[in-house]
């Protein structure tokens, strides 16, 4: 492979996300010097120069893009007038998180209200506040848009999950149609413990519904005639995402979970079959849109970063809508599933440097549902060019729907998924690949919380550990400001754990500690709280990095290269 430095992150793009307006004009969020920006895909230029803040997730009409830009304490929902060149913020525009927006008839968005009676309301509310609000349906209890995953047909009849009790205390999902002409209520998929829905789609004539349904197996889906109620599985596909309707209706394109990569199909409805694109593309596919009989996608590989890319039916390679950038030549890793010691496979990536060494990475996905993926990384590109082994490690829990991965259960957080990792550990030093106190860990969110609890477990095999926007101790997540994140954090652990007192927390190995001033999920203020409590006591090197103007996830690129390189010095330093 080439050698990577940090620093090339500053000459590089990469796509964070995409919408495609009427108009058939690709708008992307591209990673500039400053961080997330719109941009018009087809000539690379600013959708509104004069916006400084980080813009993201973003989704178009012919009328207006709306999209999130990133604050000091929260994301605000903007909108972006195409005709009169304007932007415009909502009166209920500040949200914990980014979200996909739902719109509809060209010139609404699903919005939630309330109403006079203090209860929330899904309603429809005009982009630029033009005419009043209409609203849809009352909801049972506080939701948030994302919560809910709507959809809204062309006749303007909603789907959303809705939250209810199973009897026996426990939270499930169903999946509702609701029809705001006649009042009336159908449940398209009851939630189960075994089959959660976890989204769904129209069918362009409005006629059928697409539904993503989570298993012990997998991700599957299920279509739904509205009129009838009959359903149609699409049977042995393990998906890694909602399908996408074809615009012919006849059609679904199917993204294929093929771990550690992911292709598109077409599913024939009528036929009940699957058939292949007829495309030559190589690197792995992801967020299928269609716009008339155009597909457009995202590819990416280990070698070079997230792009847009467009098909048309009839051609045999796709085009590159965005930059291309620099191939690293770094090829696909090594997959090993690893026994866990408890019936299953822990399934792992392993990238070896160029030059044998006895320095080892564990890296850990956030989530902590996440999953590590054969994509392009420059923390990973960064580790590999300094001279270490890098193993991507998946524990139970992880979203790799292909391996039958348990899920970890109520109150069993760090417990159950460090006895994978450990066994991990232990098979790479069985197997050569790793050196008792040569080996690092790195986690980003969740995975910072596990690579310490792992470390704290066998500290005598640990030589250090870096933690991205993470914690050290779950307590700290009843703070959030994300009300998500403080249910995770009641559902992950113990009462016990949550509420123990602490004096200090024992490490006693090196801990790099990086963290965004405006992290919305977990305070810099409690991560440098406990950051003092990982000091007290401790004789061992203990680092804390603020990075300014960044959230949960790092978009500014000096903010990148400054805390890759600090890092790799860490790890260099104590490995």
């Known amino acids: ?106 010139e609404y968005y699903l919005g939630i209200l309330n109403n006079g009676e203090g209860k929330q309301e899904l309603s429809l509310i005009h982009f630029r506040n033009e005419e009043e609000a209409i609203r849809i349906v009352k909801l049972v209890e506080s939701q948030t ?20 009790s199973n009897g026996s205390g426990n939270i499930i999902c169903d999946y509702v149609l609701f029809d705001p002409e006649t009042q009336t209520e159908m449940v398209i998929f009851e939630g189960s413990p075994t089959k959660i829905p976890m989204g769904g789609r129209w069918s362009p004539d409005g006629n059928k519904i697409v539904c993503l349904l989570r298993t012990t197996q997998g991700l599957i889906a299920e279509i739904v005639d509205v009129a009838t109620g009959e359903k149609q599985s699409i049977a042995d596909i393990s998906l890694r995402e909602l399908p996408v309707w074809h615009p012919d209706g006849e059609r679904l394109l199917l993204t294929l979970d093929k771990w550690p990569t992911s292709s598109f199909m077409f599913y024939h409805i009528g036929m009940n079959e699957v058939q292949p694109l007829p495309m030559t593309f190589e690197s792995m596919m992801v967020a299928p849109t269609w716009f008339e009989k155009t597909l457009y996608f995202l590819g990416i590989s280990p070698n070079s970063p997230a792009s847009l890319f467009s098909w048309k039916e009839g051609d045999e390679i796709p085009i590159q809508i965005t930059p291309p950038q620099e191939n690293i030549n770094l090829g696909m890793p090594e997959v090993v599933d690893i026994d866990s010691k408890r019936g299953y496979l822990i399934p792992c990536l392993i990238y070896a440097p160029q030059k044998t060494t006895d320095k080892t990475i564990l890296m850990l996905h956030g989530g902590p ?47 159950d998924d460090v006895a994978d990792v450990k066994d991990c550990i232990d098979y790479l030093i069985r197997n050569g690949l790793a050196v008792k106190g040569k080996i690092g860990i790195y986690g980003h969110s969740y995975g910072g919380y596990l690579g310490f609890a792992t470390m704290q477990s066998v500290s005598e095999v640990i030589g250090a550990v870096v933690i991205t926007s993470g914690y050290i101790h779950p307590a700290v997540l009843l703070q959030s400001k994300d009300k998500l994140v403080r249910r995770f954090a009641n559902y992950a652990f113990s009462p016990d754990v949550l509420t123990q007192p602490l004096d200090h927390i024992p490490s006693p190995q090196p801990v790099l500690q990086v963290h965004g001033e405006n992290d919305l999920q977990l305070r810099i203020e409690d991560a440098e709280n406990l950051h003092q409590l990982l000091e007290r006591k401790n004789n061992t090197e203990h680092r804390f990095i603020r990075l300014s103007d960044e959230n949960h996830a790092y978009r500014k690129k000096h903010n990148i290269i400054h805390w890759i390189t600090e890092a790799c010095t860490f790890f260099t330093r104590h490995l």
Not at 147 to 159: A, F, M
Request: aromatic letters at 12%.
């Open 1 to 106: 492979m080439n050698i990577f430095d940090p620093s090339d992150i500053a000459n590089m793009g990469w796509c964070d996300s995409y919408s495609i307006p009427s108009n058939n004009m690709s708008i992307v969020t591209w990673n500039a010097t400053s961080g997330t920006a719109l941009y018009w895909g087809h000539n690379m230029t600013r959708v509104i120069p004069e916006l400084k803040e980080s813009q993201c997730a973003p989704v178009a009409t012919n009328r207006f893009i709306g999209f999130f830009i990133e604050r000091v304490d929260e994301f605000q929902l903007q909108f972006w007038d195409l005709k009169k060149q304007q932007l415009i913020t909502p009166d209920n525009s500040i949200f914990p998180s980014p979200y996909e927006i739902i719109t509809y008839n060209e």
């Open 145 to 164: 848009i994302e919560e809910l995953k709507p959809d809204i047909s062309v006749r303007g009849q909603i789907l959303m999950k809705r939250r209810c």
């Open 369 to 415: 549902s996440g999953s590590w993926w054969a994509n392009w990384s420059p923390v990973v590109l960064s580790f590999i060019s300094k001279g270490f082994n890098v193993v991507l490690v998946n524990p139970r829990g992880s979203s790799i729907r292909n391996r039958n991965l348990p899920p970890v259960q109520p109150a069993r957080y760090g417990v």
